[in-house]
């Protein structure tokens, strides 16, 4: 093999070129103001890559040819242009960092404590308990008795000497319940009244997932919008070199048209998050309770979620013990029980007891009754039937709401652990990672050492890299609130 055999391929070389041009540029950018630069011989401009849209220049000894009189001769390179316009681009804003927040913006614990004292679901839920724990008033009150009074032949002479004298009787009963009815339905009402309360506890807590679902929603479309605005004034910046360049003749009417293309992504990117910022506000506002939006309305929290210290196991038992539903229906199978036990006490005679007292004329007289039902056909059967099979029924919404909490905290636990995998490897790596790629791109291509196309790559990698990474976190916090719904139990500080 001849020594012109080992020489590679020229679309082999053009990717050594260019970054050694990149690396002679980022050396010429670094160097003292004093030192003085070796221009670049032709030779070694004729072997820039194809893939570049810069102009070559001609030979040394060429005259320069005329710019058309709309354009400008250049008299700094694109790189000088940046630093002499007194802008430097500000590097992309750290997702990792919270958002900025105005003063008096509320954190997720004081927007949950607004919401308990003015949510509209929460308070009618409150209101609700309280007409239910009123029936535990009249499911003790004991039945009334019964006053009558009778008179006849009052306008006659009390001797008889016109026909029977005038007669009063004054009568007195009372219903005496049997079968211990009363007990039962104090059992009936309180197991009401606490399965109400558990079912209120359960709103709360639903409503409070939903209100941290929100602030999730929230805090990230303000996270967002931040990085939108910050990227769409550095590339409204970059657009205003390219033209700079497209002016001087540096870059193409075809390249710089299709990196100021690029700007209506950005502009597009800000318009949609400002749109889910605001949209966002509104929601958690009214979550709060607030009747009508306030413009002014802010929050603060962290971006980075925390990592939870217990394991799948202790979060399953601390949610069969915390669980409000599990408590309603536990709940439920208790009044079941002892509305099955009324039934059968209502099967039972109540006897009616009655005393009379009779004046008939100048004579006095006593007497009583009492009336006992004979329950021969009805014993109130249909009902202990019913009840007896709706206490089974409890029983059973016993079993499906546990295997329903276990079913949820584990459903939780993997979204939470999947999540938290996803997010902790943009946050240790891939936001680095596509920032440093965009920032040597970026200058690569202002410095001539970096094709069109590669860049545009670049920055759509950026911007996805950046939107996943936001969605990462954001699957990861809605995560760690549905494993806290899931568990009644606050994990997050």
């Known amino acids: 093999m001849t020594r012109l055999d080992r020489i590679p391929p020229w679309h082999q070389l053009c990717p050594a070129i260019t970054l050694l041009l990149v690396v002679a540029s980022l050396a010429h950018a670094q160097a003292p103001p004093g030192a003085v630069s070796t221009p670049t011989s032709a030779a070694s401009q004729a072997q820039a890559p194809t893939g570049t849209n810069q102009s070559v220049p001609a030979a040394p000894a060429a005259p320069a040819p005329a710019l058309p009189a709309t354009l400008g001769a250049p008299s700094q390179t694109p790189a000088q242009q940046t630093q002499g316009s007194g802008y430097t681009p500000s590097p992309s804003p750290d997702l990792r960092k919270p958002p900025n927040s105005k003063p008096g913006a509320l954190t997720l614990q004081q927007v949950i404590d607004l919401a308990r004292t003015q949510n509209p679901t929460i308070l009618a839920a409150e209101q609700n308990l309280r007409a239910v724990r009123g029936q535990e008033l009249q499911a003790g009150v004991r039945t ?27 009568q007195f009963s009372r219903l005496f319940e049997r079968g211990n009815k009363r007990g039962y339905r104090l059992q009936t009402a309180r197991a009401t009244t606490a399965q109400t309360q ?17 602030f999730v929603r929230m805090l990230f479309a303000k996270a967002s919008l931040d990085l939108a605005d910050a990227n769409l004034k550095d590339f409204r910046h970059e657009i205003e070199v390219a033209n700079d360049r497209y002016k001087a003749g540096d870059i193409g009417k075809l390249d710089f048209e299709r990196l100021d293309l690029q700007l209506g992504n950005f502009e597009s990117d800000q318009a949609n998050a400002e749109i889910n910022l605001l949209q966002a506000s509104d929601q958690l506002q009214s979550f709060i309770g607030n009747d009508t939006p306030k413009p002014g309305f802010d929050i603060s929290g ?21 669980r409000p539903d599990y408590a309603a229906a536990r709940a439920a199978v208790t009044a079941a029980e002892a509305n099955a036990r009324l039934a059968i006490a209502n ?51 016993v079993v499906a709401a546990r295997n329903q909490v276990t079913s949820d905290v584990d459903q939780a636990w993997i979204g939470y ?6 997010s902790d490897r943009f946050g240790q790596h891939y936001l680095d990672e596509s ?59």
């Open 144 to 170: 009334n008795p019964f006053f009558g009074v009778n008179g006849t032949n009052v306008t006659l002479p009390p001797d008889g000497s016109k026909g029977n004298p005038d007669a009063y009787a004054f």
């Open 435 to 493: 920032a440093d790629v965009l920032t040597i791109s970026r200058f690569a291509y202002d410095h001539g050492g970096l094709a069109l196309i590669d860049y545009l790559d670049a920055l759509r990698e950026a911007r996805a890299t950046t939107t996943a990474a936001l969605n990462a976190y954001t699957t990861t916090w809605q995560a760690i609130h549905a494993l806290s719904a899931a568990t009644a139990i606050e994990l997050t500080p």
């Open 347 to 397: 099967g039972t005679a109540d006897p009616t007891l009655e005393g009379e007292f009779d004046k008939s004329g100048y004579y006095n007289s006593f007497g009583f009754n009492v009336n006992i039902p004979i329950r021969i056909f009805d014993r109130n059967q249909g009902n202990k039937e019913t009840a007896r099979l709706q206490a089974d029924s409890a029983r059973l919404s």
């Open 198 to 214: 558990a079912q209120l506890d359960d709103t709360i807590r639903q409503t409070v997932l939903q209100i941290k679902l929100a």
């Open 417 to 422: 652990t999947r999540a938290r995998a996803l």
């Open 302 to 322: 962290d971006i980075i979620p925390p990592i939870l210290p217990q394991t799948e196991q202790e979060l399953i038992q601390g949610a069969l013990t915390r």
